[in-house]
């Protein structure tokens, strides 16, 4: 084997590991029942089955949730349920992730235009795949929309960059029917159009975007969760929350929102500028500008409009929403741009961003051949204008930088990745080490419902008001066999005993369930507790006689100077919380469940009729 393959080899494994473990880990962590607004999913497929006409099968499909469309969400689960016979939420999920992970590919792409070594390319996956945003790891519907609207728009952008337009226009239906900012992929292909002079392909694209956009807006509501008037009441929260939706990957390390806050205006603001400056100067110069600068157009675009809807619509509710793990695949993606974009001021060719003219020495010489009269290739996707068909640029050399504002150099570009390749790595691990317990807990939220419902016909972590809506439909749904559903738990209990830990502390408390028109309460207990988890872990509630209720434990990580001592993950203390409305009134005997050990303790909770 060749050294160059060798090299190849090991590179291909020090980027693809990431991908594949993160995969993998979100493989492990994903269940068999849906969360939350799935349910939006697997209603479609049920009630389609239902339905008796082809046009209520299309408007279940087209049915509005919250601001969107999500008709592309709705056909995979359909397909799912046709290729599999029923709906499978982990061949969802891995499909869901898969697409997500392929934004690596097209950052790949934007990198490779750079002609830089391989190796600085690194940092990339581990800064794209981690499970900060763990809601993103193993809810089908979030990932779905969220975090593969970003393939989507890093794919129009890649694109556009190319002047492929007619491909983009499905992109860009695509991306309109998976969330609701899909559909400004419109204007921003419209506009890179127009930059290219390409008129027909923006009047393709003009003509395609008024005829969704009709069909997007029939009988088109505000979401629930949505107010922009109550967003815009609070300016300063307003500005503060457009900086923690690209800043949020601080909170890895430190839970302070003014930190996040600053390092996301500062981010956004380094990619407008960018954008901005490479934008200005390519009207300029005599060289078309580069993919890599045209796929940041792209991309910036597509996050500061995101940004400001997101923003605009939910910082109502606090700048803890705005953080909310669903919404951190934004900040992870901005750091890895942001990362290829200073990796781009090191370069010493046209694709250098500057702060004045560029001044350039063309060394031309004989062409063996020119894609088109009056223009020469610098690469596969740039042209000189020369205004001679028989000279192609060889050679083009920046005088001396004084007036140019980048990091030059050998040294520079090897700095950059020198640094960020083992910070990039470190700030993946710390968030697996973070953020694994709430993957592990959300998972385990899924699988005691899962065996809740079977016993008891009821999910413990919704609200009431919730299960009563969903009652029918999730019966019928199980009856025809468009959902399997297994008890995980009860089978694996080998043993009951005596409970001889720490007395558990149970403290009454309540829930709120609040959009932007009513807030709802609910009574709810609080358990905590400690005590040595196994690899599965729940508080357990029973009636004399009667089947056993499942409570998943939030298990806290152990602190790091314990986990080096222990190699455990999980620390002892626990936390878990039931919404007694969803409980019938009795006096419930508690206990534990771990390492298929079944522990009653001497503790009580008496239920009382609200």
């Not at 981010?267 to 796929?295: E, Q, T, Y």
């Not at 602190?559 to 969803?582: D, Q, W």
Request: positive net charge; aromatic residues 12%; charged residues 15%.
């Amino acid at each position: 084997m060749g050294g160059t393959t060798k090299h190849t080899l090991l590179f291909a494994v020090a980027a693809l590991s990431p991908v594949v473990f993160y995969l993998a880990y979100a493989w492990h962590f994903s269940g068999t029942l849906f969360y939350a607004d799935d349910f939006h999913l697997l209603k479609s497929v049920q009630w389609g089955k239902e339905a008796d006409d082809l046009t209520e099968k299309i408007r279940l499909l087209y049915q509005q949730h919250q601001e969107h469309r999500i008709i592309i969400p709705r056909l995979l689960t359909l397909l799912d349920y046709f290729a599999e016979g029923h709906i499978n939420w982990k061949t969802l999920i891995l499909i869901a992730n898969i697409l997500w992970c392929s934004t690596i590919f097209l950052l790949w792409k934007a990198f490779a235009s750079l002609n830089l070594n391989r190796w600085y390319f690194l940092p990339v996956p581990w800064l794209l795949l981690h499970p900060q945003y763990y809601e993103n790891v193993n809810w089908a519907i979030s990932i779905l929309q969220q975090s593969d609207v970003v393939f989507l728009f890093t794919l129009l952008a890649y694109l556009c960059a190319r002047r492929r337009y007619n491909p983009a226009i499905i992109v860009a239906v695509v991306a309109t029917f998976t969330h609701g900012n899909g559909i400004f992929a419109f204007p921003i292909a419209i506009i890179f159009a127009a930059l290219d002079k390409d008129w027909k392909s923006a009047i393709r694209l003009i003509i395609v975007m008024v005829l969704v956009a009709a069909f997007y807006f029939i009988d088109f509501r505000a979401g629930q969760n949505a107010s922009i008037s109550k967003s815009l009441s609070d300016p300063a929260n307003l500005v503060r929350s457009f900086g923690v939706f690209f800043g949020g990957i601080t909170l890895i390390i430190a839970r302070n929102y003014t930190l996040a806050a600053a390092v996301g205006l500062a981010g956004i603001g380094f990619l407008i500028g960018r954008s901005v400056i490479s934008l200005k100067k390519s009207f300029h110069a005599p060289v078309n500008a580069l993919m890599f600068d045209r796929m940041v157009w792209g991309i910036t675009a597509f996050l500061v409009i995101t940004g400001s809807l997101v923003v605009a619509t939910r910082s109502w509710t606090g700048v803890e929403s705005i953080a909310a793990p669903r919404y951190l695949h934004y900040t992870s993606f901005v750091c890895a741009v942001i990362y290829l974009c200073l990796l781009s001021l090191t370069t010493t060719g046209i694709g250098a961003l500057t702060g004045g003219p560029l001044r350039r020495k063309v060394i031309p010489t004989v062409a063996e051949g020119s894609p088109a009269p009056g223009t020469q290739p610098l690469s596969k996707d740039i042209f000189l204008t020369t205004g001679d068909p028989s000279a192609s640029l060889r050679s083009v050399q920046d005088d001396p930088p004084d007036d140019i504002l980048r990091l030059t150099g050998p040294q520079g570009r090897k700095l950059i990745p020198l640094i960020a390749t083992p910070a990039a790595v470190l700030l993946c691990l710390v968030s697996y080490l973070n953020f694994t317990p709430k993957v592990r807990f959300l998972r385990d939220q899924l699988v005691a419902d899962e065996a809740n419902y079977l016993a008891h016909g009821v999910f413990l972590q919704y609200f009431p008001s919730f299960n009563d809506n969903i009652r029918e439909p999730y019966a019928n749904a199980v009856k025809s066999g468009v959902i399997q559903m297994t008890d995980k738990i009860s089978d694996k209990i080998a043993t009951q005993e005596r409970y001889g830990g720490p007395q558990l502390a149970v403290a009454s408390d309540s829930m709120r369930l609040e959009d932007a028109n009513r807030s709802v309460s609910v009574r709810s207990a609080r358990i905590t507790g400690v005590y040595s988890p196994g690899s599965s872990f729940f508080i357990v509630l029973r009636l004399d006689g009667e089947k056993p209720y499942w409570v998943p434990a939030y298990v806290e990580r152990a602190a790091y100077r314990s986990m080096l001592g222990s190699g455990a993950l999980l620390g002892e203390k626990f936390e878990g919380n039931v919404i007694l409305n969803n409980l019938p009134p009795g006096r419930y005997q508690l206990g534990l469940f771990t390492n298929n050990r079944l522990l009653w303790s001497d503790q009580h909770l008496e239920v009382r009729r609200e």
